[in-house]
Structure formats: C-alpha cells, structure tokens
C-alpha cells in the first residue's frame, strides 16, 4: 500500500489570501486527485462538527482537487466562526483542523452616564457585538463607531471610546468599552437670513431646536440633532405655505461646530418669494358619481389666500370619505398651476379611488399584558367586511380611551397575492394601569390634609377595574372596595360593585362633638345606547350611624331626637351619561354629560331624591390652546314627610369646585360660624389651556386660566345667582407618572367677612 499525504496552504488569515497562497501552492506541487473516503474535523470546541460539514462543499465518495480545496477554505472562513483554517489529507482521509474565534463573554462599559448600560447593549447587538456571540475583531471599529453614534445624537461630540479586549479561559473574550462622555454641545447661535415679512422670532417660535432657555434641562430643545432640524425646516415650509407663500424655498442650511465641540451654529438661509392667491379650484377623475359629495369637502375657495394646510386637508378628507366606502387606498393628487403675474395657484385635483377592498384581518401586536379579547371587542371594523376608514377610526379611539395604553397605531397593508384584501394591524404599547390618587391643600392656618386610593383600571389584563380606598386620619377613617367588569356581557353591559364603611369624627376639625358612621354596598349595571352613550341602574343599601352628645350642634341632636342615632336607606340609582372627548385625562375636544339621580325608596328609614347634572365641553381653539367649560348643579329633597338627610349635604369650595376658598368652606354656617353643606350646589368653571413656554410640544405640561363660581343652598332656600362666590388665577396641569396633576393659585373676586380663604390648592388624581 502507497502511503499519500497532502498538506494544502496551512495559515491563512483572510479569505483572498487563502485562494491566492493555495493556487499558488498547486502551481508549484502537483497535486493528483483522490476521491474522500471519510472526513474528520479536528479543533473544534463549540461548533459542533454537523455545521462544519454543513458549509463544506465536498461529502464523503467526491473527488477532491484544488478547486474544491479553494471553495472549503473560503466557505469556512466565510462562517466567521474560525481564526485558522487548515486542510491537509492522510491515506484519501480529509482532514480540516479549524482554530475556532473566542466567543464574547461579558461586555461591559466605563463611563457611560448619559446612557444606561442595557441601551447601549442593545445598540452594539445589532451589528453582531453581544455577549455568547463569536468575537470579530474586525466588528470593534464599527461598534466604537457606533456607540460615537449614540453620544453624536445627545450633543457630546467630544465623546472619546477605546475598546479593551482580555482573554478569558475556555476561549472566551470579555470586552470592555472606556467612554469619556466630554461635555453636551448646545446650540449657541440659530439663525434665519432672508426672513423680511415676519419677525425672526416668530419663525423661530416654530421650531423644536433653540438656544439655552430656563427649560432646556427638560425639554433638551439646545442639543442639536439632524432628525430635528429637518423637521423644523419643515415646520419653517408649513408656515410660509400656510400664509401664502407658495413660492417658499430653503437656500442653504450651515451647522457649524466651534473647535472645543461645545457650541453649535446653525444658519439657516430663506427666499420668501411673493403671495399667492388661489385661483381656479377643480376636481377631475373617477369621483365614483360622487363629485358634488367631495366638493363639498374642500374648505379652499377662490380668491382666498394660498394656505398649504386648508389643501393638505381637503385632499385628507376626500381620501378618507371614499375610505369610508371602502377605498383604502384611495389618492388625491394635487396638481398645481402657479401663475406669477396674476399671483394665483389654479389647483387641480386628480381623484383616484383605486380598487375597493376588504378587511382580511384585524392584527394586534405589543399588547404583552393585555388579552387580545379586551382590545378586540373595542374594535368597529369587522373581518371579511368592507374596508370603513370610520370604523377603523372609531375602533382606535375605543381602543385609546381604555387608557391602557401609552400609545395606539394603525397600519394597513395589502395581503401579499391579491388585490382587493387589507389586513389592519394595531400596533400597542402598554403603560402602568395602577393608579395612585392623592388629594391635598394647603394654606398658612392648616395642616396638609391627604386622602389617597389605590386602583388598577386592568386587572391582570381582563380589562377589569378593582380599587381599594384607605384614609386611616384622625379626621376621616375611609375603607372602601370597588369592582368594575366592562363586559359583563358580551354585548357591552358592565356591572359595578362597591362595598364602604365611612367614619368622620368632626372633634378633630372643631366643627362639633359628634361622628358620623357610613356602611353601605351597592351594585350597578350600564347599559350602551350608542357609541358615546350609556345608561345605567342599579340598587344600594346604606346604613347611617349618629353619636352625639349634648355638647353636639343642635341640627345633629335634632335630627337624632326625631329619627334615631341609626338609620337606614333602600336606594335606586339611574344614570346617563355621554361623552364624546378625545381623552379621559388631558381632553381638547368633546363633550361630558353626565345626568345621576338617587332615591331613597319607602322601603328605607330615609326618603329622599338627589339629583345631579353636569356638562362639559371642550373647545380647541388651536393646535395648542384649549378652552374648557364646566357647569354643575345638585339638587336634593325629602319626601314622605322626612326632610332631606342632613348628613347627605353637599359642600363647595377647593380645587374641584371654587378654587381660592378652603374646602367645603362655602354656603350656609351654624351659630358658629361652621360650614354646613346643603342640599343644593351650583358650580361654574372655565379653563384656557396653553403651552407653557420651552413646553410647547409637550401637551402633558400645560398651564392654565380660570373662572370659577359657585355656591351652596339649604334645601329650603332658592338658588340666588347673586349670592355666587367668584374666583380666578391660574395653575399648572400634568399628567405625570401617577396620575393627572393639577396646582392652582386662587384669588376670591367677592369675598364675605365669614368666607375661609385658602389661595394654594393642588391634587392628582382628578379632573375639573
């Protein structure tokens, strides 16, 4: 037997070296052919020898000859798993002995303040730098390039990054990035040159970017980013072309950076052009028999001045009308005819339905707690219907009142292979649905007073409500349970569930010697009428307990030497509600109204009716101002020859009702001069919303204005607009990570000598 043995190029590095060294290797020895009778594969640690095979191009019974050694070594280094590759054959054995790359075993950062060390982490997975991944040294330059990258888009163009590389045992690297973050730039100049209409500043108002004001720690608007500049240069266009000038045009846009990579300059270089009016204004194409329809929709007239905003719309409207008979992917495209001497745009619109469709499928994704049965019985537009842009809309609006979610998208997209289906994919980012309510006030003759409640609007992701109440003070004692199932049928009637026990020990405010004990439980169920309306009913039990003395005030033992320390009422509840607003926390547009009556049955020890009527609405005046309504009236009585319960009165006064007078301060008093609440209440407010200056593009960080009245009546007593307690001030709402807040400073128009001032008032948690 003839013992062969073959040794082909032993180290290579890269893949181009290893084809040259090996052809240049045959060129100088003949080698003759063989056919493989088994191949062995040696080195290896890891990588197991089935993805060795896998990627080379010779099996076991081929002929092997310098061209396919040339393809092995090339697909083995191609793998990116091996350092050395080397092929040499014994006896028509084929031998690969591989050196195999360390694997990446921790990666770990220095430094780093601006960046939490996970972000970064998953900046660096992308281009194949991650812990258990196979270590590429060549890969280091452009994760380095990469973590620049992240700094560059914060504003430290200083940011220095050295990589450090230690060897570990079992072939491991541990990698370790040393970051000196330097200094944040700011943006020390933004200037606009060719601006001879309008102010600078006006133009700069529109922008996101600026230089350093108060706010800019909150809202990062000095740090320059080229993501920003052009949207603000599109903002900058929008404003020309809103007021006329269509011939508007960018020139020339400069960002410089000083030496020290600590200031940015930013010039900006604009040609105005001349005013323009719209001229003729047509539609054409296939209108579907519906042109007087969509003309209707345009809001652009001839002669009025060109406004880029008015066309955006109309055109959006009549997309989104022929949306509604299932034109998806309905155009409407503007052709415009710009005629300089008379200084008129004659606008031609090209209507293009496209192809009607239907809904294949409606798709949920990023709902990680949320069960898809919660997000889909909010959904409008039905599976195997024709595609109706309103029911989508409407579907996303239910979706984004649940108020479980930060963030609600829709996306429509084509079915792959056909032309008439779409599926519609909601895209969700879920959000805390625990809530913490807080209420306070505070004023130089007062302690701070709080009240807090716990709830969870979605329980375990079923779309329930369940909340617990707690005040364990000396004043009021309050532990109360409620829960709300939404869908306690299939078709939309909730049920609501409520259990409380209520003590109040009015010695610790010096209103009197006595306490008033409160138990009750009660169940509800609302009733959908329409999309934005519902009705509801249902039935509670209440226990009331009085202890007084006769030290106590004389309405309370009056009302014990009548009716006894307990007593006990039978209710029916009835509602009815609509509400059309745009959100549940921070609105702009729509309405409230909500009608409630109780009645306290013959079949109790109390006999009353309470009545209260409330209506809200909302006006946005613009894209960033907001006017507010509220007006409020409660109204009670007894019947049966029973008067109204005196531990049933409503009160006013405080954040809530009339801002700028102590809490519950306001209407009748006792001989002592002690609020005693009534069975009536009329309240008034308004609210201008606006943007707080630097805020202007946060809508959760407004301030306020506002115009509050109201008054509290005895039951026999008429309500007097005249006697009206006034107030105004102003304030500052947030939404933040608890709850909506809102802070106000009050000042009382028409104030009484007996009236408790109290100008600082803040809570979280509520609305008007």
Request: hydrophobic content about 35%; glycine content about 8%; proline content about 4%.
């Amino acid at each position: 037997m003839t013992m062969r043995s073959r040794l082909f190029p032993a180290r290579l590095v890269y893949p181009v070296v290893a084809c040259c060294a090996l052809q240049l290797g045959v060129a100088h020895a003949a080698i003759n052919e063989f056919k493989v009778k088994d191949i062995r594969v040696e080195g290896l640690r890891r990588t197991e020898a089935g993805t060795v095979f896998s990627y080379l191009p010779v099996r076991v019974g081929d002929t092997f000859n310098d061209e396919v050694a040339v393809k092995a070594i090339r697909s083995l280094y191609a793998t990116g798993f091996f350092d050395d590759v080397k092929i040499s054959a014994k006896d028509d054995v084929l031998i690969v002995t591989v050196v195999e790359r360390p694997a990446i075993a921790s990666v770990d950062f220095n430094g780093t303040k601006e960046f939490d060390k996970d972000t970064l982490k998953n900046a660096l997975k992308g281009i194949g730098i991650s812990e258990s991944k196979i270590f590429d040294r060549s890969l280091l330059d452009k994760a380095e390039q990469e973590l620049k990258k992240q700094y560059l888009a914060r504003g430290k163009y200083g940011a220095q990054v050295q990589t450090e590389v230690k060897p570990l045992p079992r072939n491991r690297v541990a990698i370790t990035f040393n970051v000196e973050e330097g200094e944040t730039a700011s943006i020390k100049q933004l200037k606009i040159i060719g601006a001879k209409t309008f102010k600078t500043q006006d133009l700069l108002d529109e922008f996101q970017l600026g230089t350093h004001t108060w706010t800019s720690w909150y809202t990062k608007n000095d740090q320059y980013s080229r993501q920003k500049l052009s949207g603000d240069l599109e903002r900058l266009r929008s404003f020309y072309l809103n007021r006329g000038y269509a011939d508007f045009s960018i020139e020339n846009t400069q960002v410089q950076i000083s030496p020290n990579k600590q200031d940015v300059y930013i010039t900006i270089s604009i040609k105005e052009g001349d005013k323009f009016k719209f001229g003729k204004v047509q539609l054409s194409g296939d209108m579907l028999d519906r042109q007087k329809e969509l003309e209707s929709l345009l809001t652009i007239k001839p002669g009025e001045t060109f406004n880029g905003e008015q066309l955006s719309d109309s055109t959006k409207a009549i997309q989104d009308d022929l949306g509604n008979y299932g034109y998806a992917f309905a155009n409407a495209n503007v052709i415009p005819d710009i005629d300089r001497d008379t200084h008129e745009v004659n606008i031609n619109i090209v209507v293009d339905p496209g192809k009607r469709v239907y809904v294949r499928r409606m798709n949920i994704g990023g709902n990680t707690r949320t069960k898809d049965e919660v997000t889909r019985r909010e959904f409008r537009q039905f599976e195997s219907a024709w595609y109706d842009a309103r029911k989508i809309q409407l579907s996303k609006e239910r979706v984004d009142k649940l108020n479980y979610f930060k963030d609600v998208k829709v996306d429509t997209q084509p079915v792959p292979g056909t032309s008439d289906q779409v599926d519609v994919n909601f895209e969700v980012e879920e959000k805390p649905t625990g809530n913490l309510l807080l209420g306070a006030g505070i004023s130089s003759t007062d302690a701070l007073i709080l009240s807090a409640a716990i709830q969870q609007q979605n329980l375990f992701g079923t779309g329930k409500t369940v909340g617990l109440e707690l005040n364990t003070s000396k004043v009021n004692r309050t532990i109360s349970f409620n829960e709300t199932d939404p869908y306690f049928t299939i078709d939309g009637v909730s049920r609501s569930f409520n259990i409380y026990d209520r003590q109040t020990d009015a010695r610790q405010l010096n209103l009197g010697n006595y306490k008033i004990g409160t138990t009750g439980a009660g169940v509800s169920f609302g009733f959908p009428i329409t999309e934005y309306e519902r009705l509801s009913f249902g039935t509670s039990y209440e226990g009331t307990n009085l202890s007084v003395d006769a030290t106590s005030p004389a309405r309370y033992q009056n009302y014990v030497q009548q009716f006894g320390n307990s007593t006990y009422a039978i209710l029916l509840n009835a509602g009815y509600q609509l509400d059309t607003r745009d959100s549940a926390i921070a609105p702009t547009r729509g309405h409230l109204r909500r009608l409630s009556a109780d009645l306290a049955t013959p079949l109790g020890q109390q006999e009353f009716l309470k009545t209260t009527y409330q209506e809200q609405v909302y006006f946005p005046l613009s894209k960033k101002y907001t006017l507010a309504l509220n007006g409020e009236i409660t109204s009670g009585f007894g019947f049966g020859g029973k008067p109204y319960p005196i531990f049933r009165n409503v009160y006013a006064g405080g954040i809530g009702s009339v801002r700028g007078y102590r809490a519950s301060s306001l209407g009748p008093v006792d001989a002592n001069g002690v609020p005693t609440g009534g069975a009536k209440r009329l309240i008034g407010n308004a609210e201008f919303y606006f943007p707080l200056p630097g805020l202007k593009k946060d809508r959760t960080f407004r301030a306020f204005t506002f115009l509050d009245a109201g008054n509290v009546y005895q039951s026999n007593e008429k309500i007097s607009l005249g006697q009206l307690r006034y107030s105004t001030g102003f304030g500052i709402s947030w939404t933040s990570p608890v709850g909506p807040l809102k802070f106000s400073l009050g000042f009382p128009l028409n104030t009484k000598p007996t009236d408790n001032i109290q100008r600082i008032q803040f809570t979280i948690g509520t609305g008007f």
